[in-house]
């Protein structure tokens, strides 16, 4: 069965520090791999996703995540947080093909707080 | 394109009530799926409708049901509701439903169950 694991509930940097969150998934062949963001009282909005070919992908707001077939692993790094940046982020797999083809499985997420 | 709308925002029931939450997807989007959040559970998909069919279904009792409409428009009702039912119900809209179809998520109805 595919499952996401966020090991870090809760992480707190520096405003202008750099960011890594982590996230490994099991699941039988490669999946389709997201990271998302919630602010508090909304929903999710979509960072950046992974697909096929290259295993460094960019998204929006100058994050970037890698995959790594070997380690089951798809961390999210930033290089430099703004404060905006606290929220909650949100890993997620979804399958390639099958009876659960189009549904995600989320991580219990990482919650961010970020010092002025 | 206007996004995935969800009505009401908050709902505030009490035990053994039934409750309907609405979704609109975005426009030319046929599949709509749903997710509920909670503290405890965390994210936990709940079943995704395309075309009218539902094709997929999480592991929630027969209390959770839904439905879809011709204009892709997605409702969900939860039947003899109980405390543990109080969550964030989250909605997401794709064009055809397939993982690598972005789902685009709606801002929730927040439901508590009193």
């Known amino acids: 069965a595919q499952s996401v694991t966020q090991p870090d509930i809760h992480i707190t940097v520096s405003e202008g520090a750099s960011l890594e969150l982590r996230c490994n998934y099991s699941?039988?062949?490669?999946?389709?791999l997201f990271w998302y963001v919630q602010s508090p009282g909304q929903g999710l909005q979509l960072l950046l996703k992974?697909?096929?070919?290259?295993?460094l992908v960019q998204g929006i707001k100058g994050f970037e995540a890698e995959f790594k077939r070997s380690q089951s692993s798809f961390n999210l790094r930033k290089p430099s947080v703004h404060w905006s940046d606290a929220a909650e982020y949100f890993c997620a797999v979804g399958a390639r093909r099958g009876s659960t083809l189009g549904r995600l499985y989320f991580g219990r997420g990482t919650q961010l707080t970020v010092w002025p | 394109k206007a996004g995935v709308t969800q009505t009401p925002r908050y709902l505030i029931k009490t035990r053994g009530q039934q409750v309907t939450l609405s979704c609109s997807p975005i426009?030319?989007?046929?599949?709509v799926s749903w997710y509920q959040q909670t503290p405890g559970q965390g994210l936990q998909f709940l079943f995704e409708?395309?075309?009218?069919?539902?094709?997929n279904k999480g592991n929630f009792p027969g209390r959770f049901s839904g439905r879809q409409f011709s204009n892709s428009r997605s409702e969900m009702n939860v039947s003899t509701l109980e405390l543990g039912d109080s969550a964030l119900y989250l909605c997401a809209s794709s064009s055809d439903g397939s993982t690598r179809d972005t789902q685009y998520f709606g801002p929730g109805t927040r439901l508590t169950v009193l």
């Open positions: 992974y697909f096929s070919g290259d295993t």
């Open positions: 426009s030319g989007h046929r599949s």
């Open positions: 699941y039988g062949a490669t999946p389709y």
């Open positions: 409708y395309f075309s009218e069919t539902q094709r």
